[in-house]
């Protein structure tokens, strides 16, 4: 009897020793915050052995809350980092990472608002637009995990219309599928995409013709109507890494390869209008036809984003946008200021 009691008293002591306390975060309404394990709770006060300062009396009259913490990377320098959906998001484009039932955001941009929301543990859909409404466009993400936790899959799509502007004429697509490897902290994002966008003003010649008369020029209204879309691949490469416990260094970056027809109008003098005697108006040869045009356009990123609170952030990008049309480079800057909420 004692040997078996003996055996029981060792199994319990080793099984508590291995036991590893968990970790918390204690916020206090003053916005003070502890990382630790909680030592003792006697109802009035707690008794917190936190990370960075050692063990602290806390009054349960000063603490807004106090949550659990999964795993240890969320702890940095005594200090809890967040992991909420804003992780999900760098400047323009997303992750392959998912937007966690009732952790919707929105994004206030210099240009625009946005808003997403997640309808399943693995779909979310989103609206973007400018402050006057218009164009309109639906995201919409699909997230593939796997069995490593570091790397997952996405699919989605983002449709536009031109909205109000161009009476709802124009529209556009663009069809991208995600790889992300890394956590919610520290990550990189590989995606792929084609666009195709049709603009709704009728400003191409898309009737070709060849015709001679005793007119200089003609009207080329009968000839002009909608463009073909303008169309091409796209890639991006964009990346998150915390570098404190409120900041995170971001990186985003586009380029796309578009291709597109446009009409040109050109009119040759078969002979010379003559103003002797009798007039002769000459005459002329008029030709409208297709021609292909390439251009190129490359987005660079990078920016800071500071998170002090659960529920709000900011980041900024100094961005640039490159675009080779016709075999000449413009240089545009392009800075961005982006004010994160979750709702």
């Given at each position: 009897m004692k040997i078996l009691f003996l055996f029981l008293f060792i199994t319990i002591s080793i099984t508590t020793l291995g036991q590893e306390k968990s970790l918390f975060a204690v916020k206090l309404f003053n916005g003070n915050e502890y990382v630790g394990t909680i030592e003792k709770d006697d109802g009035r006060e707690i008794f917190v052995m936190t990370q960075s300062i050692g063990g602290i009396y806390l009054l349960k009259a000063d603490i807004l809350s106090i949550k659990p913490i999964n795993g240890e990377t969320q702890v940095v320098q005594g200090e809890i980092r967040d992991t909420g959906p804003f992780t999900t998001r760098y400047a323009f484009t997303t992750n392959a990472l998912s937007i966690k039932k009732g952790e919707n955001y929105a994004m206030l941009n210099l240009y625009g608002p946005e808003?997403?929301?997640a309808v399943s543990h693995r779909l979310s859909v989103g609206l973007m637009s400018t402050w006057i409404g218009s164009p309109l466009v639906?995201?919409?993400k699909?997230?593939?995990p796997t069995n490593r936790p570091n790397l997952n899959f996405s699919i989605g799509n983002l449709t536009a219309t031109s909205g109000y502007l161009q009476s709802f004429r124009g529209f556009g697509n663009l069809a991208f599928a995600n790889m992300t490897i890394g956590d919610r902290l520290n990550n990189v994002t590989v995606a792929a995409g084609y666009f195709a966008y049709r603009g709704?003003?009728?400003d191409n010649l898309i009737r070709p013709a060849t015709f001679?008369?005793?007119?200089?020029y003609i009207d080329l209204g009968p000839y002009q109507?909608?463009?073909k879309p303008v169309h091409g691949p796209m890639l991006s490469l964009g990346g998150i890494a915390r570098i404190g416990s409120k900041a995170s260094f971001v990186f985003d970056s586009m380029v796309g390869f578009f291709e597109h027809e446009y009409g040109e109008y050109t009119t040759t003098v078969l002979q010379e209008p003559s103003y002797f005697e009798l007039y002769d108006p000459g005459e002329y040869r008029h030709e409208i036809s297709i021609k292909q045009s390439h251009s190129t356009f490359l987005f660079i990123?990078?920016?800071m984003r500071f998170q002090r609170e659960e529920r709000k952030a900011f980041q900024f990008c100094l961005a640039g946008l490159v675009v080779k049309d016709g075999g000449e480079f413009v240089s545009i800057p392009f800075p961005m200021c982006t004010w994160f909420s979750r709702f």
């Open positions: 808003i997403h929301m639906l995201a919409l699909y997230t593939i709704g003003g009728k001679e008369n005793t007119e200089s109507g909608l463009p990123m990078p920016g």
